[in-house]
């Protein structure tokens, strides 16, 4: 506000009704604070020590899915490295550390690195979410890190909160999951004791046809294919849909089409069931 002041703005011009506080001494058009990143640039206004964003509010960022419950969160979570005084303020989560922490630079934000983001949500999350988390980290088109940087953030919290959780997290990361649905779908199918399947991998026909599948039980010929709103709306989608599972059926194979409304106790007992003996 002491900007807007000197700039010549005058106090009643603050205090009107398309104007909004996001932060103490800040104000910002109503519509210029629209999401997460126009809030984390508006708390970089009345922050002047070296901060980063962290955890939550990095993994965001970062793109990194979450729960709902912590998508949904508003607040920001903002780190100071170097033991200094945790930030305090309403709608900020404030941490400290003495740890090294790896910074990166996004959007014109200054926040910490994907995987000391990842080894830090381990003390918030479940395994299976750290698992879908780090799943994504690995995306092998879209990498934001190595699987060595992940082993290096695991070992840096040797001793702290949620370390068992990120070594029993980074058992299970699988870098061809290409969403957090296949990811819950494999720990699911391993956890009730079937064999891990192949994620998005390819099936050469008779004929030199190429055909990618979800999630792949090679040796067995059972394919099981997420499917989502598209595939029931989009006609060409649709009719690409029938001419895979034709060809694969004639083929050998047993396709178990799931969606996102089945549970995974139903997932399950399905691709058992395609698994006896034809």
């Not at 949904?72 to 305090?88: E, F, I, K, Q, Y």
């Not at 699988?174 to 390819?202: H, I, K, Q, V, Y």
């Not at 989009?234 to 799931?258: E, F, I, P």
Request: with cysteine.
């Amino acid at each position: 506000m002491w900007e807007a002041r000197h700039l010549g703005v005058a106090s009643q011009r603050l205090r009107r009704r398309d104007v909004v506080a996001p932060f103490f001494g800040v104000r910002a058009p109503k519509d210029g604070v629209v999401d997460l990143i126009d809030l984390c640039r508006a708390y970089a206004v009345v922050e002047r020590r070296d901060f980063l964003f962290s955890h939550v509010t990095a993994a965001r960022l970062w793109g990194v899915p979450l729960p709902r419950f912590l998508e949904v969160d508003a607040r920001l979570h903002v780190l100071l490295p170097g033991g200094s005084n945790r930030p305090r303020a309403d709608g900020v989560v404030g941490h400290t550390t003495l740890m090294t922490v790896t910074a990166a630079r996004l959007h014109g934000l200054q926040l910490t690195g994907p995987a000391t983001t990842w080894s830090a949500l381990s003390s918030t999350l479940s395994l299976d979410a750290l698992v879908v988390a780090g799943d994504r980290l690995l995306h092998w088109r879209q990498p934001l890190c190595s699987v060595d940087d992940l082993h290096e953030a695991v070992w840096a919290l040797s001793g702290r909160r949620g370390a068992r959780t990120a070594r029993a997290a980074l058992e299970e990361i699988r870098p061809r999951s290409r969403s957090p649905r296949e990811t819950r779908c494999r720990l699911a199918l391993t956890r009730a004791g079937l064999p891990e399947p192949e994620l998005n991998a390819s099936i050469e026909m008779v004929g030199g046809t190429v055909i990618f599948g979800d999630l792949v039980y090679r040796r067995d010929r059972v394919l099981i294919e997420y499917e989502g709103t598209q595939h029931r709306t989009d006609d060409d989608q649709w009719s690409r849909d029938l001419r895979r599972y034709n060809a694969l059926s004639l083929a050998g194979w047993r396709v178990v089409r799931v969606t996102n409304a089945m549970s995974d106790g139903e997932i399950v007992a399905l691709v058992r069931r395609a698994f006896q003996p034809r």
